[in-house]
């Protein structure tokens, strides 16, 4: 499954393009109309050039991306300010040619106070200049759609009905499209409004695709008067559908690329996990066996003196950094708790680990515990005691606890989160809560799929899930005791957004290569609609 993100990004540029074949479609008609006259007046010049340059500008603002899903652009924040520039002078060339064209009045008589207002209905135009270049493009899109429907209301010009609704559409997209300036704010319920590809970014598209299928509906009735335009647009508009669908797919196919690439590296980052606990295994074995082969510890144990055997590890478990280290007689009895030695004289024979290392087999096993906020997992090892002739007078064991420390190492080396669960309970974590600090111990694994499959089946799970309410791309893999019993879980994982950051610019450049092919395509079609229209006269 494609990351929603991605795939609205793909929806932006299929939109964004749409909308920019509409205008030059808009922009051929006019220019059409223009090139047939023999008075080529001046205020029909900025009809065309305002919906050319409002092609233009959408078709820079198709190759534009979230930056804070997809990463830094290439150009920066140029390519959105100047497609912003574009449309605004877009919006003003198209005013400034409809307030220099003559109304076409109704024949009915008008009072003074009508007059007035006809002679001051421009003025909304002359203010906008006074706000910021973003402010003033829902500025612009109002004054055009004001214009438009003063010549389909007060004028002979119902026709143009259809364009004022469009434009009143589009300056709803210009207004939703405001919300961008929220986004850095505090406010939780806020961001998730008006955040890239959020809801009010949804809503913004929606109202775009309206305006420009409503103007596309009414410039095509117009079109298909001529047929060497009819040919033109109908060329233009197949290309631009190759293009969509070739872009889309291309870029599909990379994004999957990327994932499973992403997925083998987080495969081979959980076997690195997977090494270091065997690594850490390997090392209480060798703390154990250290002990172990001690020959005071030996007559200690056979004289079942439990002050000799606290002062001889006094130290050890510091030094080592061990979480505990216990001494037991040949029956299984405790001698001491190095971690507590004010508690010892009970009996563990019915560990299965002691019972192994009451036979002479040393023992490694990771165990799962109950602690106070989570269940806790130790690496534990237990190793034989000999006296001199070699008959076992005891055990010898010694755990590590899987905390934090660790789980932040396997980060600091690989630059992914990593977890360890007991059962499905989170025992210790690179993840954070909201805050960014705490770590969430103690949350529950509830995705069935994992679970199933790796507590229940003991094999391991990799693909796409949420963890705590974010989309990872993840691994995860058992965790089993010494009687291949699973205890607990690996967590290997990596946010998509970083997926998408790193297919950022190979989408965004996907993107600006169509777009230079879209306008290169423009030429060609014409002159081979053309060709056609001639051939058939």
């Keep these: 499954m494609l990351p929603l993100d991605f795939l609205a990004q793909n929806v932006h ?149 259809p364009v004022a ?44 695709l309206a305006s420009v299928l409503l103007l596309g509906r009414w410039v095509w009735r117009y079109l298909t008067e001529r047929f060497l335009s009819q040919l033109f647009m109908a060329f233009t508009g197949g290309i631009l559908i190759i293009f969509i669908l070739t872009t889309f797919s291309f870029s599909v196919l990379l994004m999957r690329n990327i994932q499973s690439n992403s997925l083998d590296n987080l495969s081979t980052a959980a076997n690195v996990l997977n090494y270091a606990l065997k690594s850490k295994q390997a090392e209480t074995q060798a703390n154990a066996q250290i002990i172990a082969q001690n020959p005071a510890i030996a007559l200690a144990i056979t004289s079942k003196d439990h002050a000799a055997l606290a002062s001889l590890n006094s130290d050890f478990l510091a ?12 029956s299984g009895q405790v001698l001491l708790r190095a971690e507590d030695p004010k508690r010892w004289g009970d009996s563990v024979s019915s560990d299965s680990l002691v019972r192994r290392a009451l036979v002479g087999t040393s023992a490694s096993s990771i165990i799962s515990q109950q602690g106070v906020l989570a269940p806790q997992l130790f690496i534990k090892t237990i190793v034989p005691v000999r006296a001199s002739n070699q008959q076992i007078v005891g055990t010898t064991s010694v755990s590590l606890l899987i905390d934090s420390t660790f789980v932040d190492g396997i ?40 679970t199933d499959k790796v507590l229940h089946g003991g094999q391991s799970y990799k693909g796409e899930l949420d963890v705590l309410n974010r989309p990872y791309l993840a691994v995860y893999a058992p965790l089993k005791d010494a009687d291949n019993v699973v205890v607990g879980m690996l967590f290997i994982g990596q946010p998509q957004t970083s997926v998408l950051i790193t297919a950022g610019r190979s989408i965004e450049l996907t993107f600006i290569v169509t777009a230079l092919l879209i306008l290169l395509s423009i030429i060609p079609s014409y002159l081979i609609a053309r060709h056609i229209a001639r051939q058939l006269d």
């Design 165 to 208: 609704y469009a434009f009143t559409l589009l300056f709803v997209f210009e207004l939703l499209s405001l919300a961008s300036l929220w986004r850095g704010t505090n406010n939780p319920q806020l961001y998730n409004l008006v955040k890239a590809f959020g809801p009010l970014w949804i809503a913004s598209q929606v109202f775009l």
């Design 411 to 450: 980060k600091n080396s690989t630059g992914l989160d990593s977890s360890v669960y007991g059962g499905d309970s989170l025992s210790a974590t690179t993840l954070t809560g909201p805050d960014g600090k705490s770590r969430v111990v103690g949350a529950k694994l509830t995705d069935k799929r994992v």
């Design 319 to 330: 030094q080592k950094k061990l979480s505990t280290l216990d001494i037991t007689d040949s």
């Design 13 to 161: 540029f299929a939109i964004n393009l749409f909308a920019s074949l509409v205008f030059f479609a808009v922009f051929w008609l006019y220019f059409d109309a223009w090139t047939a006259k023999r008075s080529k007046a001046v205020r029909n010049i900025f009809k065309w050039a305002g919906f050319l340059l409002l092609s233009v500008s959408f078709l820079l603002q198709a190759t534009v991306i979230e930056q804070s899903v997809l990463g830094k652009s290439i150009f920066g924040d140029s390519s959105q300010t100047i497609a912003n520039l574009l449309r605004l002078m877009g919006y003003l060339a198209i005013i400034t040619g409809r307030i220099m064209d003559p109304l076409q009045e109704k024949p009915e008589t008008k009072s003074i106070e009508t007059e007035l207002q006809n002679s001051k209905a421009p003025a909304v135009a002359a203010t906008s200049s006074s706000f910021g270049l973003v402010y003033a493009l829902p500025l612009g899109a109002l004054t055009v759609a004001a214009l438009y429907f003063r010549r389909s209301t007060k004028g002979l010009e119902r026709h143009l009905k």
